[in-house]
């Protein structure tokens, strides 16, 4: 449309698909400056500076990076919580993912400050969900601004997307975001589940794949309080979609950095496993 090509700037108001778009239309027109204004707290979109792409078919295809992070990024908490609480259970699922991600993308590889500076802050992305997301959760639940509630908005918008930033891309994400594409590759559980809901799951199949056990049974108790999928059935799936699951998983960039080769047979191993836990 003309009126967007003679625009000073754009504002993107919504999720983080609506917001993606924004940023994508931005980067076409030489660049133009943009504004974000989420009306979820489900992922890091409004403060980022990748995009997430789909294909016309709904299939996630790739992701896009803008030249730099929006002018400004007005968050209102007030909206915020009038949102359906699932948005924010999905956005904590996503968020906790950024912290082991960037860790296991980044291991053995020599950092410099800014990745340096990002890899500290990631922590930021989970330790404060573990301690308060159920009742940051509960509160949305209610439609009560509270202090956790605040505290997960900051989380799941802001430090994810400071950590994003921080990082260069491909250390952005793997195996958590990978499997999700995988499982995205369903189109009735991409159409009835949301992104950060099945992060939150790859983020199993990434604590059993680099065999990092004690975090998987850190985190298993919150998850069955606060009601992320640990198995494939709440995400519609079952073990017949394991294979395109997995050969999803191993296409897409977010496996490319890695301090290892990551295997359709790891991965599909790992799953299985995961469904064999009394959760």
């Excluded at 980067?27 to 204004?37: A, G, M, N, Q, S």
């Excluded at 500290?120 to 209610?142: R, T």
């Excluded at 260069?168 to 995988?182: E, F």
Aim: with cysteine; glycine share 6%; proline share 4%.
């Amino acid at each position: 449309m003309d009126s967007v090509k003679d625009a000073d700037f754009l504002f993107a108001v919504g999720g983080g698909k609506a917001i993606d778009t924004v940023k994508v239309v931005a980067v076409e027109l030489d660049d133009k400056p943009f504004f974000t204004i989420p009306t979820i707290a489900s992922t890091c979109a409004a403060t980022s500076e990748a995009a997430a792409v789909y294909t016309a078919d709904h299939n996630f295809d790739g992701i896009a990076f803008v030249n730099h992070p929006p002018v400004h990024c007005f968050i209102d908490a007030d909206i915020l919580v009038e949102a359906p609480s699932r948005y924010l259970w999905a956005g904590m699922g996503d968020t906790i993912a950024k912290h082991y991600e960037t860790l296991m993308s980044a291991r053995n590889r020599e950092q410099v400050y800014n990745t340096q500076l990002g890899l500290v802050l990631s922590s930021m992305c989970s330790e404060p969900i573990l301690e308060h997301g159920l009742q940051a959760y509960k509160d949305n639940e209610h439609k009560h601004r509270s202090e956790a509630f605040d505290l997960m908005v900051m989380t799941v918008i802001f430090t994810t997307g400071i950590v994003s930033g921080c990082m260069p891309g491909d250390y952005n994400s793997i195996i958590a975001h990978a499997i999700c594409y995988g499982c995205a590759t369903n189109e009735e559980t991409e159409k009835h589940h949301l992104h950060g809901e099945m992060v939150a799951y790859g983020l199993l199949i990434l604590f059993i794949v680099d065999k990092q056990l004690d975090e998987l049974n850190r985190w298993l108790p919150i998850y069955r309080e606060i009601g992320w999928p640990t198995k494939l059935s709440q995400m519609g799936l079952d073990e017949s979609y394991i294979p395109q699951i997995v050969e999803k998983a191993v296409s897409v960039r977010d496996v490319v950095v890695s301090p290892y080769e990551i295997t359709t047979d790891m991965l599909a191993e790992a799953i299985r496993y995961m469904e064999t836990i009394e959760c």
